[in-house]
């Protein structure tokens, strides 16, 4: 979990990998895995993605649920699929989760009977993919999202008063020099998101009690994430048990 404060200090929950409550057994390793994961699976198959997904669902929940439990940014990573035929966009987490045209489908139909509502959607990692990829993710969101769409604009003139007012429910934050090319797309440097990188709740504490006091770079959104990464030495002593186990339950 983490939260965004806006410019103007209001606060939204946060997923973090907020697609992978869906993890993919059968698919391949994701293109951004280093050779030892990528070695590791074609040693042990379909036992070693078990164990891999056991630390790779950070969530529980699908959108429909993050979105009715009052979440409303979202953490996306985007990735093609080595040998897809279809040439599909998917969400990805060390294996592939779902079609990312089927999460943002969610994310609208959510938005449809919501009126008022504003979502938040970061694309902070891209994966395998070139420029033809990210003509296509450009137009699924045009497709999905239309005027809904808030451009870029100055992060403090943005609040909810000025986006009701527009009949805009979307912030997309494209981490890409797409971003540049796009009018709806904020760039990514706008939504700064520093992180602690610890498995220690008291350095996580720590952490964020001084970015907090630091503040936010003047002109831009700002993210507190309250997340514990495991490390690898975390990962290889609690191999069968999973993040859940070893991690957030402690």
């Given at each position: ?47 070693a993605k078990k164990l891999m997904r056991k630390w790779l ?194």
């Amino acid at each position: 979990m983490a939260q965004i404060r806006t410019v103007a200090g209001k606060v939204y929950p946060r997923s973090h990998d907020s697609f992978s409550f869906y993890i993919d057994e059968a698919s391949p390793v994701g293109p951004e895995q280093p050779e030892t994961v990528q070695n590791f699976v074609s040693v042990f198959g379909t036992v070693a993605k078990k164990l891999m997904r056991k630390w790779l669902a950070t969530q529980t929940m699908n959108f429909s649920s993050q979105l009715a439990a009052g979440i409303r940014y979202f953490d996306l990573r985007i990735s093609t699929k080595p040998r897809d035929p279809d040439n599909e966009l998917y969400f990805a987490h060390g294996l592939f989760s779902a079609k990312v045209n089927e999460g943002l489908e969610e994310i609208s139909a959510f938005l449809a009977d919501h009126g008022k509502e504003v979502v938040f959607l970061d694309f902070n990692h891209f994966y395998g993919m070139q420029k033809c990829h990210h003509e296509k993710l450009v137009q699924m969101l045009k497709d999905t999202f239309g005027s809904k769409m808030c451009p870029a604009i100055f992060a403090h003139e943005v609040s909810l008063q000025y986006l009701w007012e527009k009949d805009y429910q979307v912030l997309v934050f494209y981490h890409s020099p797409v971003a540049l090319e796009v009018p709806f797309l904020w760039p990514g440097q706008m939504m700064p998101a520093p992180w602690a990188n610890t498995t220690d709740p008291e350095k996580l504490i720590q952490f964020l009690q001084t970015s907090i006091t630091e503040k936010r770079k003047k002109g831009s959104f700002f993210i507190s994430q309250v997340v514990l990464t495991p490390k690898a030495s975390t990962v290889v002593k609690g191999v069968t048990s999973g993040l859940r186990e070893t991690i957030t339950e402690r």
